[in-house]
């Protein structure tokens, strides 16, 4: 699946932003999607999945309660909305997919199949 994030910007802390990520290819439901981030010199870390059906959702512990992931399989969309934004959100996004049907916990960056390219989120403070 081809995946096309978007939605990043410059937000003050304590701001709002929408994510969205645009998939494309007629499997789209057999996939679970996930965000995933990375700051200048750091790793790409985990935030947030769903489950296929949007039955099944994990959050990293830095974002749980600000962050929520949300899919729309007609459009073959994934959104993040994140609220409450701290200066440690800043890096950029990517969104990705993998193909499993299982619920979803904390997934580790080397299962996933596809990734789209980042979409930077930088919050002022």
């Known amino acids: 699946v081809q995946l096309q994030a978007s939605g990043g910007g410059l937000v003050q802390a304590g701001g709002s932003l929408k994510l969205s990520c645009a998939a494309s290819?007629?499997?789209?439901?057999?996939?679970?999607m996930a965000w995933f981030r990375q700051a200048p010199g750091k790793e790409r870390a985990f935030v947030s999945a769903?489950?296929?059906?949007?039955?099944?959702?994990s959050y990293a512990d830095s974002v749980k309660g600000r962050f929520t992931i949300s899919r729309d399989n007609d459009k073959k969309t994934v959104a993040l909305q994140m609220n409450s934004l701290k200066p440690e959100d800043t890096a950029t996004y990517y969104c990705?997919?993998?193909?499993?049907?299982?619920?979803?916990?904390?997934?580790?960056?080397?299962?996933?199949?596809?990734w789209g390219k980042g979409t930077q989120v930088t919050v002022s403070s």
């Open positions: 990705a997919a993998v193909r499993t049907r299982a619920n979803v916990g904390i997934i580790p960056r080397n299962i996933m199949d596809d």
């Open positions: 290819g007629r499997s789209f439901i057999s996939y679970a």
């Open positions: 769903i489950s296929w059906g949007g039955g099944s959702t």
